[in-house]
């Protein structure tokens, strides 16, 4: 992944965030210190203290993208206006095909840290509840509901893990073809063509 570049006696809160940001997902938490920040930026470590108070601020700032990004883009999507259930499930699953979207090895690394850290665990365990609560509202709307709507919500979380926490690497398109048989187990019931067709030129 390509480093950012910034000049020696200038450079922006944003920038010191995204080359933590990659040292993070490449590395682990661990890595993400001032003086190997300021080296890759070529900077000096006074130039982070200008923005952040301390190291802990800047790991806060990559957990707020983490809830942004990955959370706040499936909450997002399971209230997008949809005319069946496919359709919304369709746009959820947008999110997990297109990486613009749904950031997965943000995710793993998020993850991994919380293992180490209580106070992390404890928002990482908030977050998954978020997410859950609002796929099984997207199933709520199309008339599941109890644990018919629970489940269903869970096992679409959970493939998604899989998929994300087990490194499976395919071709865009087929994992969009992969997710128009899932759309349908997920639901219960078929898609349209029109549906497919609509999500599949959105991957091609």
């Known amino acids: 992944m390509k ?3 910034a000049n020696r006696n200038r450079a922006s809160r ?3 965030i995204e080359a933590a940001y990659i040292l993070f997902v490449e ?3 661990e890595a993400v210190k001032v003086m190997p920040l300021a080296k890759n930026l070529n900077l000096t470590r ?3 203290y200008w923005h952040f108070k301390d190291l802990s601020e800047l790991h806060d700032a990559i957990v707020e993208i983490w809830k942004t990004r990955n959370t706040g883009i499936i909450l997002e999507r399971c209230a997008m206006p ?3 259930l496919c359709a919304a499930l369709f746009n959820l699953l947008d999110c997990w095909i297109d990486n613009e979207l749904f950031d997965a090895p943000l995710d793993l690394a998020i993850r991994n840290w919380a293992r180490n850290d209580a106070r ?4 990482v365990d908030q977050s998954d509840e978020d997410r859950l609560a609002a796929v099984r509202a997207l199933f709520e709307r199309f008339g599941r509901s109890g644990e018919a709507a629970h489940f269903r919500a869970l096992t679409v979380i ?3 893990t899989g998929y994300y926490s087990m490194h499976v690497s395919e071709p865009r398109l087929k994992r969009a073809l992969a997710g128009c048989h899932y759309v349908e187990i997920f639901a219960g019931e078929a898609p349209t063509e029109a549906e497919k067709d609509a999500f599949l030129k959105r991957h091609r």
């Open 3 to 5: 480093k950012p570049s």
């Open 14 to 16: 944003e920038t010191w």
């Open 27 to 29: 590395e682990g938490i």
């Open 46 to 48: 006074t130039g982070f």
């Open 82 to 84: 949809a005319q069946s």
């Open 120 to 123: 992390l665990q404890v928002i």
């Open 158 to 160: 959970l493939t998604q």
